[in-house]
């Protein structure tokens, strides 16, 4: 419910942390939300138990210890290396690079006399991947806060070199977002669908090199 009506939609996939309840409420930090939300119990709980496809049937997780001291130099090629098998290790079309690629083939073979169904498929697009997906600008800008801090932490400047790089990459995505909504709105200097797909594959390029790199240096044992 702490949802605009506007952006609810089904999706069982969603995670948040619980941090605290106060009576019949639990106080919420959503990815989606940028200040702390509440969530009244039953309304949790139904959510918690949603069915359809990938349900979590309930699904928590929680730490049970953090230890004083961290093995930060591990702890971040851990992380890279399991950030760059999702995003290019995974044999599933629709995920990670694999996944940008085939949207872009998508985007360039979308019939331009449909203008109707490409206004919703673009303006979709942006929705997903600005608003209240998890891809496009924002998270990559926020991977590259990642890199920049990790980097620091452990004193490795291609951490901070690949921060620049992967900022660079957001401002692409959102530039492709830019176009889309041009592209929607028919307005003067459209671009082409062809061009639109050429941009977002230009995007899953840079990424995988990037994250080659990454995962190459990830898999160096220090």
Known sequence: PYF???MRFHF???NLLAYGKQE????????VFEEPVRCAAKDLQRARFARGAL?????????????????WPRLVRQSIKSTGRILDGLPLPWI???GIEYLAK?????????????????????R????????????????????QEASSLINEPFLFEASQRLTLIGDNWRNFASLCVQQARGRSAVPE???????????ALDERALFKQLSKWAAKRK
């Open 24 to 31: 019949d409420e639990y106080l919420l930090s959503d990815p």
């Open 96 to 98: 990670g690079m694999r």
């Open 4 to 6: 605009p009506p506007e």
């Open 193 to 203: 669908l062809s061009e639109l797909g050429e941009a977002l594959g230009g995007i």
């Open 12 to 14: 069982n996939a969603h």
């Open 106 to 126: 998508k985007i360039t073979a979308l019939d331009p006399q449909a203008k109707k169904y490409n206004r919703l498929f673009l303006t979709h697009i942006v």
């Open 55 to 71: 349900a979590s049937k309930g699904l928590l997780y929680w730490l049970e210890d953090v230890p004083r001291e961290q093995d």
């Open 128 to 147: 997903m991947q600005e608003e209240i997906g998890t891809g496009g600008a924002g998270f990559r800008f926020m991977y590259a806060s990642f890199l």
